[in-house]
């Protein structure tokens, strides 16, 4: 398996603009985590999909991010707009269903936003 | 919601000496405790984890202990080498829900 795949890998854009992250689970794993990471506030969950149902997305910072699951092989986040303060590093990550329960972790995007 | 509180910051030792990271968590009913090591520009990655009912588990130099009724775990690398040189996180469930809340990171250096 080629373990979670995010693309891209870089994105630089400008404030106001429209940006969508992507990502590819690992096949099998039921569940997807979308998780932020800036030095400040270090490793924080965003949303996670079960069986591609959205359980928990209290940690989505404000309207202006939204996430989608469509099917079990592919996930979004979308920012609109864009705002220099979401600068960071988005990851991905999956996990299986049953035990062992660790995540695996994707490459993740650095978004940087001017 | 599940709150992680991690120890120290940053740490150095000189190579060959041990490390020692420690966590505590505040939900009483979390059952499972993984650390993940984070290099320079890379992802997080699993290293080692521990379930409630254990109370100590070992893989090679690393080893995780849990002490449920203090509400602590703790990583301890053994023989360190500069290829131990990361940022590890502990991290915690909420209850026994999936999704992981993280500690802040520890910086560690190993001194050659």
């Known amino acids: 398996d080629a373990g979670v795949i995010q693309s891209p890998r870089h994105e630089v854009t400008e404030m106001g603009q429209e940006v969508t992250l992507r990502c590819k689970p690992i096949?099998?794993?039921?569940?997807l985590f979308w998780y932020r990471q800036t030095m400040m506030r270090g490793l924080e969950l965003l949303i996670y999909?079960?069986?591609?149902?959205?359980?928990?997305d209290s940690g989505m910072p404000e309207d202006r991010f939204s996430a989608k699951m469509p099917n079990a092989s592919f996930s979004t986040l979308k920012i609109q707009p864009s705002e220099p303060r979401d600068s960071a590093v988005y990851f991905c990550?999956?996990?299986?269903?049953?035990?062992?329960?660790?995540?695996?972790f994707g490459s993740g995007t650095r978004l940087t936003v001017v | 919601g599940e709150n992680v509180e991690q120890h120290p910051s940053t740490l150095s030792v000189q190579e060959g000496d041990s490390a020692v990271i420690k966590c505590t968590y505040s939900?009483?009913?979390?059952?499972?405790f993984p650390w993940y090591k984070q290099e320079l520009g890379k992802r997080p990655q699993l290293i080692i984890d521990?379930?409630?009912?254990?109370g100590e588990k070992k893989d090679q130099r690393i080893a995780v202990t849990l002490n449920k009724t203090a509400k602590h775990f703790s990583l301890h690398i053994t023989e360190t080498q500069p290829e131990d040189s990361a940022v590890y996180f502990c991290?915690?469930?909420?209850?026994?829900?999936?999704?992981?809340?993280f500690g802040s990171g520890t910086q560690l250096t190993v001194l050659p």
């Open positions: 991290a915690a469930p909420e209850g026994s829900a999936r999704q992981l809340t």
């Open positions: 999909f079960n069986n591609n149902v959205p359980i928990d």
């Open positions: 521990i379930r409630s009912n254990v």
């Open positions: 939900d009483s009913a979390s059952n499972y």
């Open positions: 096949s099998g794993h039921d569940y």
């Open positions: 990550a999956s996990s299986p269903r049953t035990e062992p329960y660790g995540y695996t």
